[in-house]
């Protein structure tokens, strides 16, 4: 008899954003005159630059002719791409052998499969509120997770605390939910805390195109010491709206062992098995993301977001509520106004402004009292939202 995993059995049922989506429909069907703005979701809205179509249209063209056809392709992505991601991270100042890059189909993807090569005895650390990925793959494999409260008093950038031994570190900067960014110093600390205890930090550096502030890190390997204690993850999702065409990429440096063996060769080793690469068209529209006119094109997608996020934090200074984020992420993460729980402020925001968020209790425990809005709307959306924000929550209302 074939047994399951019965791990799966102690994953919580993630209900945030199907809970969100009742809510928000059966407010449509109590008011279809409403016109109900979202700015829930995290995922972009801007079309795929000019320089990528142009790039995988010619992929495609490749694949039509005899002498430029492609099969099956390295696993691990076509050196012009890893040499692409190369040259990117030389201008955050981080040196990378182009195979200490690996390709893949996505951020989420590795996140989940990275785990294949650690025991399921490491103990593993999270931040709360949390990416709720992390906590799940983990439940999967049954591995303990410890979780490190992220608040208001330490601006939802916790420290590590030398008094919890932990195996697997996850740090995401700049984050998701809270847009909270890590500065050096502070990642020097978790870097030394992992150095201290051999663990592992998985870095995931999904939205470090968001940062503009040159002092701010965009990679963890501007800390020195993370190539001995790192993996970066990173993807085309946000940098360059690849989140429905698929691209990411992880970085596993060969000076990163444990228990003396490699983890890039363990990882080159899972990867060469379990998985056969990204396409060859996704792969030519990802490269030409970093040529120079694809990195001016993301640009404007990039400031086109950060634009609507100064929009949401220029409301919300104006209402005096605290928030983090917003200024190198596009997300903003704010205390609800009057006290409220976050579900109850959904409803309230939902009811009042036709607008809606994503409370920050689903994200976990510590999210309580919080919500969290997007930048990847519209400019006009949402300016009409933070006017109707401001006209409900305001105090002179
Ligand atoms: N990491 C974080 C923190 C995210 O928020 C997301 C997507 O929302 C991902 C990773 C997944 O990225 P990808 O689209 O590359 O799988």
Not at 126 to 145: A, F, K, L, S
Not at 151 to 167: C, Q, R, V, Y
Not at 219 to 226: F, L, T, V
Request: proline content about 5%; aromatic content about 12%; charged content about 25%.
């Amino acid at each position: 008899m074939a047994h399951i995993n019965s791990n799966y059995l102690n994953i919580k049922e993630s209900y945030l954003f199907s809970e969100v989506a009742k809510r928000a429909a059966a407010f449509k069907a109590a008011h279809p005159e409403a016109d109900v703005i979202r700015l829930g979701i995290g995922d972009v809205t801007r079309p795929l630059c000019p320089k990528v179509i142009e790039a995988l249209h010619s992929g495609v063209d490749d694949m039509g002719k005899a002498e430029s056809f492609k099969g099956y392709g390295p696993e691990q992505g076509y050196d012009f791409l890893k040499n692409s991601l190369k040259d990117y991270y030389a201008l955050k100042g981080v040196e990378l052998d182009k195979d200490e890059i690996f390709v893949s189909d996505g951020a989420k993807s590795d996140l989940g499969n990275i785990l294949d090569i650690f025991s399921k005895d490491n103990v593993v650390l999270v931040p709360d509120p949390v990416y709720p990925v992390y906590v799940d793959t983990n439940t999967m494999d049954g591995r303990e997770i410890v979780y490190l409260e992220a608040n208001e008093a330490n601006g939802f950038l916790p420290l590590p605390d030398d008094s919890i031994k932990a195996d697997l570190i996850y740090i995401c900067s700049p984050n998701n939910p809270t847009g909270a960014v890590y500065n050096k110093e502070q990642l020097t600390q978790w870097v030394n805390y992992a150095l201290k205890n051999n663990s592992v930090i998985l870095f995931d550096a999904a939205y470090e195109c968001f940062v503009s502030d040159p002092s701010l890190p965009r990679s963890i390997y501007e800390i020195e010491g993370a190539k001995t204690c790192a993996i970066e993850f990173c993807s085309f999702s946000k940098t360059a709206g690849f989140t429905g065409t698929r691209c990411g990429y992880t970085v596993v440096p060969f000076a990163l062992e444990r228990d003396g063996c490699s983890l890039n060769k363990f990882w080159l080793r899972r990867q060469t098995t379990k998985f056969n690469g990204v396409s060859y068209i996704v792969q030519k529209g990802a490269a030409a993301v970093f040529t120079p006119d694809g990195i001016e094109q993301i640009k404007e997608n990039i400031d086109y977001y950060k634009q609507n996020a100064k929009t949401i934090t220029d409301t919300l200074d104006r209402l005096g509520i605290w928030y983090c984020g917003g200024k190198h992420s596009p997300y903003i993460w704010f205390r609800c106004p009057d006290n409220m729980g976050s579900w109850e402020f959904f409803d309230a925001l939902l009811e009042r402004a036709n607008v809606v968020g994503t409370p920050g209790e689903g994200f976990g425990e510590c999210g309580k009292g919080f919500f969290r809005l997007t930048s990847f709307s519209t400019h006009e959306n949402t300016q009409e939202a933070m006017r109707r924000f401001e006209k409900a929550f305001g105090k002179n209302d």
